[in-house]
C-alpha cells in the first residue's frame, strides 16, 4: 500500500521567508510525527498528533514552528521567518496503536534550504 | 547522562565480518526497543523490533541486556548493503514517544 508522502521533496527558500511543510500518513495511522535531522546528526523530535488528543509539542524549538493535523489525515508543519539554522531535512513519519506508537514509518522527508 | 546513546563510529569491516555495536538508554521502565537502518539521504526504516529479551531475523539479531541497560545489534555475514547507519530507539518516561539515538555507521568494504 501507500507509504507515507511529504511534499515538497526540496524546498529553498530566502531568509525570512514562511515556509509550509506537507505531510500524508499512512491511511488508519492515527499517530503522526515530525523530526528534523540535521546533516550528519541524528533525529530532533518536534512534535506528535495521536488522534484527537491535543498534540505533544514539546520538540518545537520556537514559536516561529507550527503544525496541524486535521483529524487522522493531512498534516502541515510551518516555519515563519525561517533563519539559516532551520535547513534541515524534516521528517514525518506515521504509526499505529494497534502495533503500538513506536513502529514508526517514515516519509521521504523535505529538505529545506534557507539562503 | 543522554535519555540515548550510540558510538557514532565509523565501523569500518570486510564483507563477510560480524559486526556488534551498542545502544545505551537512560530510561530503566522501557520495555520496547527498535532498530532502524538510515541509508544516506534516505528515510529512517524499521529494522527490528524487540519486546523480550532479544529477536532474531535471518542475519540480524538484536539483544537486550536489562541489567546494563543497553541494547546490542549484532550483524552476520555482512554484505555490501548493509553499510548504513543504524539508529536505535527507545520510548521516553512518558512511553508516548520514541527517542532516537544519533546513530552508528557502518561501512562494509569489499
Known amino acids: 500500500g501507500a507509504g507515507v508522502s511529504q511534499s515538497p521533496s526540496n524546498k529553498v527558500t530566502e531568509k525570512g521567508k514562511d515556509v509550509e511543510l506537507r505531510c500524508d500518513p499512512i491511511?488508519?495511522?492515527?499517530?503522526l510525527y515530525w523530526y528534523r535531522q540535521r546533516l550528519g546528526q541524528g533525529l530532533e523530535f518536534l512534535i506528535y498528533?495521536?488522534?484527537?488528543?491535543?498534540?505533544?509539542k514539546s520538540g518545537l524549538p520556537s514559536d516561529r514552528f507550527s503544525a496541524e493535523r486535521t483529524g487522522e489525515s493531512v498534516s502541515t508543519l510551518t516555519i515563519q521567518r525561517t533563519q539559516q539554522e532551520d535547513s534541515a531535512v524534516y521528517l514525518c513519519?506515521?504509526?499505529?496503536?494497534?502495533?503500538?506508537?513506536?513502529?514508526?514509518?517514515f516519509g521521504p522527508g523535505t529538505r529545506l534550504t534557507v539562503t | 547522562r543522554k535519555e540515548v546513546e550510540q558510538d557514532p563510529g565509523p565501523f569500518n569491516v570486510p564483507e563477510g565480518a560480524t559486526v556488534a555495536f551498542n545502544c545505551t538508554y537512560s530510561?530503566?521502565?522501557?520495555?520496547?526497543f527498535f532498530w532502524y537502518r538510515q541509508d544516506c539521504r534516505k528515510e529512517p526504516k524499521l529494522l527490528m523490533s524487540?519486546?523480550?529479551s532479544g529477536n532474531e531475523d535471518g542475519r540480524f539479531t538484536a539483544q537486550l541486556n536489562r541489567a546494563s541497560q543497553y541494547i546490542s545489534l549484532l550483524i552476520r555475514d555482512s554484505k555490501l548493503s548493509d553499510s548504513a547507519t543504524y539508529l536505535c530507539?527507545?520510548?521516553?518516561?512518558?512511553?508516548?514517544?520514541?527517542?532516537f539515538g544519533s546513530g552508528t555507521r557502518l561501512s562494509i568494504r569489499p
Open positions: 498528533f495521536q488522534g484527537n488528543s491535543a498534540p505533544d
Open positions: 530507539a527507545v520510548p521516553d518516561s512518558s512511553a508516548s514517544k520514541i527517542i
Open positions: 513519519a506515521s504509526s499505529t496503536m494497534s502495533v503500538g506508537p513506536y513502529e514508526q514509518y
Open positions: 491511511s488508519g495511522h492515527t499517530a
Open positions: 524487540v519486546y523480550s
Open positions: 530510561n530503566s521502565a522501557s520495555q520496547s
